[in-house]
């Protein structure tokens, strides 16, 4: 599995943007996929994933209620709608998958297989 993700840029304290994950192979519709965060100086940092069918996404608590995690398994695609931005999520956001057929959900880096290579997001205050 390849992933590629996109959609980073500036933005206004408060406001929106869309990142999506693109992903290559037909099994992707079986991979748990999650966005990760790195901020300046700091750790990688889980901030929402999503099982294969979609019913099951967790969320970090810094971001609960303002992104939204969803899937498109025709398009091999997960997005993070992010609204009400904050200077805080300033960070490059990864996306990665677990291996194929793999169903927990987890909210460890380390538990996923494959990374994209970052798109950043810089929120101004």
């Known amino acids: 599995v390849q992933l590629q993700a996109f959609g980073g840029g500036l933005v206004q304290s408060g406001g929106s943007l869309r990142l999506s994950c693109k992903a290559s192979?037909?099994?992707?519709?079986?991979?748990?996929v999650g966005w990760f965060r790195q901020a300046p100086g700091k750790e990688r940092a889980f901030v929402a994933a999503v099982s294969w069918s979609g019913g099951d996404t967790p969320y970090a608590a810094s971001v609960k209620g303002r992104f939204t995690i969803s899937r498109d398994n025709v398009k091999n695609t997960v997005y993070l709608q992010m609204h009400s931005l904050k200077p805080e999520d300033t960070a490059v956001y990864y996306c990665?998958?677990?291996?194929?057929?793999?169903?927990?959900?987890?909210?460890?880096?380390?538990?996923?297989?494959?990374w994209g290579q970052g798109t950043l997001v810089t929120v101004s205050s």
């Open positions: 990665a998958a677990r291996r194929p057929g793999l169903s927990v959900v987890p909210v460890v880096g380390a538990m996923y297989d494959y």
């Open positions: 192979g037909r099994t992707f519709g079986t991979s748990v």
